[in-house]
């Protein structure tokens, strides 16, 4: 059977079934376990290299750091700042990889300001890491795809962004990055290794190891949808769970060389006509910056960087965290932001890795990989920007295992040459907008929101409108998106919850006032009927969707993240 890159619900239950492992057959290649940006990244690789590759998410895709990141793909001034040159020049190369190659449907250009705010010495200081920035990207491997940085003078800067505080600002200096919707990047990685015959799975919790001796030779898992348990061999597991990776560790008797801290980090989401700018800004704060960032009809806001070791899957922002944020933004603008202009606020957590004990796997200050026993790769850290990297090196540390005990020929990575599913056709389709907006009766602005979100793929949305001219209609309460859009996350993109809809594949949960609670009834019909829901099921996911905003609304009027964390987990996730 030729491989689909549909996540549908019927290719859920065949991958499952083609990894299940009955008297010990099949084997796999490799395995991996979590399905956030690494763990698609890898998979994708593994694939590609002709591995039998399997994946397995306890939740959904990107339900963990890879959909609440600032969703940028940058090399990182910061580290610039912190001399690491390695680094930035590596996160460059994936920028200009992705935004001209891999992923251009997806990954889109952003021009930011750096505001200047002390006459003499700040202007040079400024331009001269921006210089390093610009020509990094430019002396890289793959083209850079944006303007270099220019130099705007107080007035020029008035024109752009009317809205800053006029006497703080000398000047600033204009350079671009580029961002990415996070989960959508995941989503279309996923689909793109289950395109090339990747098996992939969510809602799929691994609980143990299978072992042979000392050698890890699978998992034992529980499919969270059915609470059945199930083996899956593979002659590697890779294991790629983020801020989870200590509990895996804990799976192989605590032999692990990873230890990774969990850091969290908050954003607010405010409407776009609050702030006016034409371009998204950086903030100085006394440890970091802030980034101001343009999304769609919106800004992005944050972040912050405090230690967690609360509830992993439920990070919350407290009342203490929105007030760090709008207070530092405030700092630059006339009319400051308050809390009635927030419509969104999310938390994530960095993976961040603390003293490990194998110094010499050490790939790169940002990730490392490690075996800790034979038949387990582990690899935690680094950023959404160089997922790609970090996919390849996990796969490499495989790939040595499959030759010494498979006798396999493994071959070098071949991820910088495969375009993510929707990067194919999106050129064409977008030059035929117009055509495509007069022949589906969609308005320009609307054929232009889905070649962003599908690329290419926009053809199999319209495919549907044309079959269900129903489904061409906004949703209520979340007018930027069709039914259409719902119908296909469920089809195609492995959306198997309300939840997974209105937080991933569309962004509806911080992006409008009442957090989804308006759309949420209708998206839940919309997904009753493809996923058979009977009415007291779908009455169900839209209650625990309700009680979910509320339990955030609570944790975010908590001084403490303690308080915070009790106000969130008290709305537990839908089993
Ligand atoms: P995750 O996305 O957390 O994925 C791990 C997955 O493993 C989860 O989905 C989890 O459910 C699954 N899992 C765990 N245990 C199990 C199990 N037992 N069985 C099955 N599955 C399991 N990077 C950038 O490049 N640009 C940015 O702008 C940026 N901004 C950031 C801002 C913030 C606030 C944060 C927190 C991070 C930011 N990052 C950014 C970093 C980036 O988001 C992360 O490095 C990246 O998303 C981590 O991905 P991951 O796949 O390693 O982890």
Avoid at 326 to 350: C, F, K, Q, S, T
Wanted: one cysteine or more; glycine letters at 8%.
């Amino acid at each position: 059977m030729t491989p689909s890159s549909a996540l549908s619900p019927h290719a859920r239950d065949s991958a499952l079934a083609a990894m299940r492992a009955v008297d010990g057959q099949p084997e796999l290649d490799v395995l991996v376990v979590g399905g956030g940006v690494t763990g698609a990244g890898t998979a994708l690789d593994a694939v590609t290299r002709g591995l039998n590759t399997g994946l397995l998410e306890q939740r959904d895709l990107a339900s963990g750091t890879s959909s609440r990141s600032s969703k940028l793909v940058h090399g990182g001034l910061r580290y610039l700042e912190m001399l690491d040159f390695g680094l930035v020049r590596e996160a460059l190369q994936e920028r200009g990889l992705l935004f001209t190659r891999l992923a251009p449907h997806l990954v889109r250009p952003v021009p930011f300001l750096y505001p200047l705010t002390h006459r003499g010495w700040e202007r040079p200081y400024i331009a001269a890491g921006l210089t390093i920035y610009d020509g990094m990207a430019m002396l890289g491997k793959y083209d850079a795809g944006v303007p270099r940085h220019k130099h705007l003078l107080r007035r020029q800067v008035a024109r752009i962004a009317p809205d800053f505080k006029a006497e703080t600002i000398v000047g600033a200096i204009q350079y671009w990055d580029c961002q990415v919707d996070d989960a959508r990047l995941v989503v279309g990685l996923a689909r793109t290794a289950a395109a090339h015959g990747a098996h992939v799975a969510t809602r799929v919790k691994v609980t143990g190891f299978l072992r042979e001796g000392e050698r890890v030779v699978g998992v034992r898992a529980l499919d969270l949808e059915s609470q059945q348990e199930l083996e899956v061999r593979a002659r590697v597991v890779v294991n790629a769970a983020g801020v989870w990776t200590d509990e895996i560790q804990e799976m192989v008797g605590g032999r692990g060389a990873l230890h990774v801290q969990a850091s969290k980090g908050i954003h607010l989401v405010v409407p776009r006509d609050r702030i006016r700018s034409e371009a998204g800004f950086i903030v100085r704060t006394a440890i970091s910056v802030l980034f101001v960032i343009p999304w769609g009809r919106h800004w992005i806001i944050g972040t912050t960087d405090t230690p967690w070791d609360l509830d992993k899957a439920h990070p919350a922002a407290s009342r203490a965290d929105i007030e760090y944020v709008l207070e530092h933004v405030n700092a630059i603008l006339r009319e400051p932001l308050d809390h009635d202009d927030v419509e969104g606020v999310y938390a994530g957590l960095r993976p961040l890795l603390s003293g490990e004990s194998e110094p010499t796997s050490r790939i790169s200050r940002e990730h490392t990989v490690v075996t800790p026993v034979p038949g387990l790769v582990m690899i935690a850290g680094g950023k959404l920007t160089t997922y790609r990297v970090m996919g390849q090196d996990a796969v490499d540390a495989a790939a040595h295992s499959l030759r010494t005990t498979a006798n396999l020929t493994i071959r070098d990575s071949i991820t910088d040459r495969v375009p993510l599913i929707g990067a194919a056709d999106w050129e064409t389709r977008s030059n035929q907008r117009v055509l495509l907006s007069r022949r589906s009766g969609l308005h320009v602005a609307r054929i232009d929101h889905l070649l962003g979100r599908y690329g290419g793929l926009v053809d199999d949305l319209l495919g549907l409108v044309a079959e269900r001219p129903a489904l061409g209609q906004p949703l209520e309460g979340a007018e930027d998106y069709l039914a259409a859009e719902v119908v296909y996350a469920v089809t195609h993109e492995g959306a198997r919850h309300l939840d997974d809809v209105l937080t991933r594949r569309t962004r509806i949960s911080i992006e409008t006032f009442d957090r989804g609670l308006r759309a949420a009834p209708e998206v839940a019909r919309l997904m009753a009927a493809e996923l058979g829901w009977d009415p007291a099921r779908t009455a169900d996911e839209v209650d625990h969707y309700r009680r979910r905003v509320e339990a955030e609304r609570q944790s975010q009027l908590m001084p403490t993240d303690q308080e915070a964390d009790e106000a969130r987990v008290s709305a537990p996730d839908i089993v």
